[in-house]
C-alpha cells in the first residue's frame, strides 16, 4: 500500500494507490477523507488475511459482494440440467422435475404478483427443468411465469443464514397444489430431490454445508403392508379377468394381458413390453415367459426420442437381466388363443394399442374400470377394491405365497429381493410361518419320541 498521492491539477486529486503481485492498481477521490476512508479498507481486508483478485484490485469479499449473486432458482436449473445428462430415465426426470417445481416455487422473496400456482408448476416442471431437444418455446404466460420466478428468487447464501427458509420448502414438497396433503411416497420422493440438490451445492461450493439435516422435520410414516381388504382372492381375480372378456373386442384383445398380470405376477409395463419370442408355450403343461424391459408412458417431453413412452430394463435390475417366470396351462392356453386370433404388433409385441402402437394406460385402466362394474358387487365398486389393474400383481404373489412355494422363489419370480417381499407380504408370510413352525414341532416330537422309545 503506497502513501497517498495528491494531484492538484485532477478533478480529484487524492490519489490512493495499491498493488496486487506485480500490477499496480489506483483510484481517486475528490476529497482527502474519502481516500483515506478507502486506504484504510483495503489496509484492513490485507490485515484480516483476505486474497486480493490481481486483475482488479479488489478484495475477495468486495469482489463476491459486486457479482450477482446465484438463486436457488439459478442452482435448480444447473441440477436438473446435470442430472438430465446424467440418467436418461425419462421418468426420473419427470419425478425430478416435479420435486424441484414443488419447493422452487416457495423459495421466493414475496409472492406479489406472482402467477397462479397451477401456471407457475407448468412452467417450471415443462421449461425450466425440462431440457428435451423436442421442447418447443414457451406460451407467453409461462415465460412471463418464469421471469417472475427469476426477479423473486432467493439468493443460495439465504438457504444457509434462515432455517424457516428450509421448513417452507419441506411444507411445499409435502403439498399438492389444491392444498391437500401429498401422499407420503410423494413426500418422500420429493424430500429426496431436495436433499441431493443440496448435496449438488455443497459440491459446487454454493453452500458450505447441507442445511435440510439440522431441520427438525421427518417425514410422514407409511405403513409398507399391503391392504390385504383391497387385493381379490383367486376367485374373485379370475372373475375380474374373465368380465374384461365379456366388454367387446377391446375387452377380449385384453384378457390375455390382465391375465399375465396375475398368473405370471407382471407389473403392467412388463406385459405391455412381451413379445411373442419371449414366450415358451407348449401344446400342454406349463410354460415360460421371459421379462427383459417394461414399457411406461412418461410423455414425449421426457424422451429422447420424443416417444410418449419409454423402454425400460427391469425394475431395480441391470439394463440386460432377464427374468424367466413360469406360467400356469391355464395362462399357456389363453396366450396360445390370444396369438392364434390376433397375432402380433410388427415388433412382436402381443399387445397392442385399438389403433395399433404401443398399449397405453389409459386404454387398459379404462377397460379395468367397466370390468370391475360387471364382476363386483356394489359396495366393492364404491371401495378401493380392486381399484387399479396392480392389484392382479399383488393377488398373484400372494397366491404363490399361500401355496407354499418358497419365499426365495417367489421374490425371483416377481423381481424382488427377499426383504421386499417380507416388508410388503408380511401379512401372508406370517401365515405360512405358523405352518413352518408346526413342521418343526412335528419333526422336534419326532426326534424326543424316538430318543425315549415311545
Known amino acids: 500500500m503506497y502513501e497517498l498521492r495528491v494531484r492538484p491539477q485532477y478533478p480529484k486529486p487524492y490519489q490512493v494507490r495499491w498493488a496486487v503481485g506485480t500490477k499496480t492498481h489506483a483510484r481517486s477521490f475528490s476529497t482527502k477523507t474519502l481516500a483515506d476512508n478507502r486506504r484504510s479498507q483495503l489496509m484492513s481486508a490485507a490485515q484480516k488475511g483476505e486474497q486480493f483478485d490481481v486483475e482488479s484490485g479488489l478484495p475477495k469479499s468486495e469482489l463476491v459482494a459486486q457479482q450477482p449473486q446465484l438463486t436457488w432458482f439459478d442452482h435448480a436449473k ?3 440440467k446435470m442430472k438430465w445428462d446424467e440418467a436418461a430415465s425419462a421418468k426420473g426426470r419427470a419425478t425430478r422435475a416435479d420435486a424441484l417445481a414443488a419447493v422452487t416455487a416457495a423459495l421466493v422473496k414475496d409472492t406479489k404478483g406472482a402467477p397462479t400456482p397451477a401456471v407457475l408448476r407448468r412452467a417450471l416442471t415443462g421449461y425450466a427443468f425440462n431440457f428435451s431437444e423436442h421442447r418447443t418455446p414457451p406460451p407467453e404466460h409461462l415465460a412471463a411465469a418464469l421471469t417472475w420466478l427469476s426477479s423473486k428468487a432467493l439468493p443460495m447464501p439465504a438457504l444457509e443464514e434462515d432455517s424457516e427458509l428450509i421448513r417452507t420448502a419441506l411444507k411445499a414438497l409435502s403439498t399438492r397444489l389444491n392444498g391437500k396433503r401429498a401422499a407420503a411416497t410423494t413426500i418422500t420422493n420429493r424430500r429426496t430431490v431436495f436433499n441431493n440438490a443440496l448435496r449438488y451445492a455443497v459440491e459446487r461450493k454454493r453452500l458450505t454445508a447441507n442445511p435440510l439435516p439440522s431441520v427438525d422435520w421427518s417425514p410422514p410414516a407409511t405403513d409398507d403392508e399391503i391392504d390385504w381388504r383391497y387385493v381379490p382372492n383367486p376367485q374373485q381375480a379370475k372373475a375380474l379377468i374373465d368380465a374384461v372378456g365379456t366388454l367387446g373386442p377391446r375387452g377380449e384383445h385384453l384378457q390375455a394381458f390382465f391375465a399375465c398380470i396375475y398368473y405370471a405376477a407382471t407389473r403392467p409395463a412388463e406385459a405391455m413390453n412381451l413379445r411373442e419370442s419371449d414366450c415358451t408355450l407348449p401344446d400342454t403343461g406349463w410354460g415360460v415367459v421371459l421379462l427383459s424391459g417394461s414399457s411406461s408412458r412418461v410423455g414425449s417431453a421426457w424422451t429422447d426420442d420424443g416417444k410418449s413412452y419409454e423402454e425400460r430394463g427391469l425394475k431395480h435390475r441391470a439394463r440386460a437381466s432377464v427374468r424367466d417366470v413360469p406360467i400356469p396351462p391355464e395362462l399357456v392356453r389363453m396366450l396360445r388363443a390370444h396369438i392364434d386370433r390376433f397375432g402380433v404388433a410388427p415388433d412382436g409385441r402381443l399387445f397392442q394399442a385399438a389403433q395399433g402402437g404401443i398399449l397405453l394406460s389409459k386404454e387398459y385402466a379404462d377397460v379395468w374400470k367397466q370390468a370391475r362394474e360387471v364382476a363386483l358387487a356394489p359396495h366393492q365398486l364404491d371401495s378401493p377394491f380392486a381399484e387399479v389393474p396392480y392389484c392382479g400383481r399383488k393377488a398373484g404373489i400372494s397366491m404363490w405365497i399361500a401355496s407354499g412355494v418358497d419365499p426365495v422363489e417367489v421374490a425371483r419370480r416377481a423381481g424382488h ?26 419333526a422336534m416330537r419326532a426326534v424326543e419320541q424316538k430318543a425315549t422309545g415311545a
Not at 417 to 442: H, M, P, T
Open 78 to 80: 444447473d441440477y436438473a
Open 417 to 442: 429381493s427377499v426383504a421386499v417381499l417380507y416388508k410388503f407380504y408380511a401379512r401372508v408370510l406370517d401365515g405360512r410361518r405358523e405352518q413352518a413352525n408346526a413342521l418343526i414341532e412335528r
